[in-house]
């Protein structure tokens, strides 16, 4: 037989969750049991921010630059993945307006805050092979944001997991847009 005791004394009496939750209403959502460092996180997540500002950004002007016969559809899986950045970019400036910050989204200084590039254009070749190389940075970024946020917040733990499947997901498809277009795989 199980010992429903056991199973219940790590959870807290609602009565005490209760007299927490009417304290420092001020704090939003932000509660005494949040284990990560509030201002760093935010520090962070702006980084999140500038990056997935200028992944838009960059998507963006290759949908309006891809030239070729293929472009059309190139350009339109631009357009798509520009529209995935700015939901991901929506989420950590939300998640940032939770923890009781404010988003950046100054277009000064945009370049030097993201972990990414803007790019610079080109063939479609060229800014296939910029968009998979800007997704690989991502990708790394985020899985180290990931580990650092563990269990300490899982909330936006959680949020950088979903992004980071979508961008696993774009690298694929620039890998295989690249592939249909040198015939060949820019990565091994």
């Known amino acids: 037989m199980i010992d429903a005791t056991k199973e219940t004394a790590f959870l807290t009496d609602v009565k005490t969750l209760r007299a927490r939750a009417k304290k420092a209403l001020d704090d939003g959502a932000v509660m005494p049991s949040y284990q990560g460092d509030v201002e760093k996180t935010i520090a962070l997540l702006q980084t999140v921010v500038a990056t997935e500002l200028v992944c838009v950004l960059r998507y963006q002007m290759h949908a309006i630059a891809a030239e070729g016969i293929t472009s059309k559809s190139v350009a339109a899986e631009f ?3 520009a529209d995935s950045e700015h939901e991901h970019m929506l989420m950590a400036a939300e998640r940032i307006d939770q923890l009781g910050g404010v988003p950046n989204l100054d277009p000064d ?6 972990a990414t590039e803007y790019g610079k254009g ?3 070749v060229q800014m296939l092979k910029d968009n998979l190389v800007a997704e690989r940075l991502v990708i790394e970024h985020y899985q180290e944001l990931i580990r650092y946020f563990g269990d ?8 950088l997991e979903h992004i980071l ?4 997901d774009h690298a694929s498809d ?5 592939v249909a277009h040198e015939g060949q795989p820019f990565l091994k």
């Open 79 to 81: 357009k798509e993945h």
């Open 152 to 159: 300490n917040d899982p909330t936006t733990r959680i949020m």
């Open 165 to 168: 499947a979508e961008e696993e």
């Open 174 to 178: 620039m890998h295989d847009l690249l």
């Open 109 to 114: 200084g945009l370049a030097s805050r993201a």
């Open 122 to 124: 080109g063939d479609l």
